[in-house]
């Protein structure tokens, strides 16, 4: 599979497509509202940083508790439950009057469901496409999430000009609610890809397994630590720039976008390991220069180009995808996207916090440096041949056989 028109004929895809792209618009509108009402009702941009990226520290606790389902749940109805459930949850937080505890809470226990997207969502497209099919189509809903995060911020950006947060949260809620008839009418009924019962401790079992193996773990670490550390430098993006932060966003978006074009349908496969590296570092070097406090129109040039480097994540996820048994897809997909949520939101909160004792710039390039530090440290652990991969793509020896991990 290697063209859009390909991947489209593909029975399924659309609808997984389309409620991806309605769940994007809805994160990013409501995202943008939040952050916006609490920090007009706060003035703390550590606050304001953790209403938008804060949830996805409750990501742990699911990636801890909850990811044995990812595979034992019936695809359609988990991802329809909970699009509903992010709907109530984003129209309760319209509420007027709602204490910043209840708020928090609310945002936690949305944090704690959204622990099962990744691993629904990205198990359920491994098997929709075929194996060589995954890297084309996962760039594809990572190009509908940054076009609806163009879209997202420029219609929050919007409306917030012209109706109040409250509102932009109700609208969100009925996109959620757009993506769950999506689910439910388009995807066809398929039976959970592994059996056994859901308990901590299959996922614990689960979770012991995949980071056993030393190739994986330096995948895990190089998809959540250089991102977590510069989304938590987009964190900043609505107190350093509080007229422009739609912009920037959408900067940043449109860089992502353009990311996974160039990566996920025109970089042949014999260039996917040279150039994972140096997409890594472009991920977080840009963001250098806003210690220099730069204008707004270098800072969005900054962000455009450093954006493109978070392609990056599309060649891990191969490489993770080569190194996983087919039984545990849907866990190491879920397990990635959790860690790297919740990598992002410890990155929001460091960046909240650097912000309030220094400047939003200073701690915006304190992340980057602490980003590129990072990438540096794992690079010969990700190198073909290095101690952490291989020229073959063949995962080291698991401690237990696959199928054992998949058993009631």
């Known amino acids: 599979m290697r063209t859009f028109h390909d991947l489209f004929r593909t029975p399924e895809f659309t609808p997984l497509f389309l409620c991806t792209t309605g769940h994007a618009a809805a994160t990013t ?39 044995s389902a990812a595979d034992r749940l019936p695809p359609r109805a988990a991802l329809t439950g909970l699009s509903l ?18 708020r928090f809470t609310v945002l936690a226990l949305m944090g704690l469901l959204a622990s099962l997207v990744g691993g629904v969502r990205y198990g359920l497209l491994h098997e929709i496409l075929s194996r060589d099919g995954f890297l084309i189509g996962r760039s594809t809903l990572n190009m509908t999430a940054g ?49 056994g019962r859901i308990s901590v401790t299959r996922t614990w079992k689960n979770n012991a397994l995949l980071w056993s193996s030393s190739p994986r773990r330096h995948v ?27 912009l920037l966003f959408a900067a940043g978006a449109f860089g992502m976008l353009l990311g996974d074009v160039l ?24 963001y250098l220069v806003f210690a220099l406090r730069p204008p707004l129109a270098v800072s969005v040039l900054a962000v455009v180009v450093a954006s493109v480097g978070f392609s990056a994540s599309l060649l891990l996820q191969e490489r993770l995808m080569e190194l996983t048994p087919d039984e545990l897809s849907g866990h190491a997909l879920g397990l990635h996207s959790c860690g790297m949520l919740t990598m992002q939101g410890v990155g929001a909160a460091l960046a909240g916090a650097l912000a309030q004792g220094t400047s939003t710039t200073t701690a915006m390039a304190l992340l980057a440096l602490a980003s590129v530090t990072v990438t540096l440290a794992l690079a ?17 020896p698991d401690p237990v056989p696959p199928s054992g991990a998949t058993g009631g």
């Open 29 to 67: 509108v409501s995202g943008l509202a939040l952050g916006t009402l609490v920090y007009s009702s706060t003035g703390s941009p550590l606050l304001a940083a953790l209403s938008m990226f804060g949830p996805s520290l409750a990501q742990v606790v699911g990636a801890l508790a909850l990811l």
């Open 263 to 286: 990566v996920g349908r025109f970089v042949p496969r014999r260039w996917r390991v040279r150039l994972g590296a140096p997409l890594r570092l472009l991920l977080a070097a840009p």
């Open 147 to 195: 076009t609806m995060q163009i879209c997202g911020y420029a219609l929050g950006g919007a409306l917030l000009t012209t109706a109040s947060p409250r509102v932009v949260l109700l609208v969100a809620a009925a996109l959620h609610l757009g993506a769950a008839a999506v689910e439910r009418g388009g995807l066809s009924r398929r039976p959970p890809r592994a059996a």
């Open 380 to 396: 010969p652990g990700l190198r073909p041949g290095g101690t952490g991969s291989s020229t073959t793509g063949a995962a080291a």
């Open 220 to 246: 895990y670490l190089a998809l959540w630590v250089p991102n977590g550390l510069i989304v938590g430098c987009e964190s900043l993006f609505v107190p350093h720039a509080p007229g422009h932060a739609g």
């Open 85 to 102: 459930a992010f709907c109530l949850g984003t129209a309760a937080q319209a509420v007027p009057g709602m204490p910043l505890s209840v």
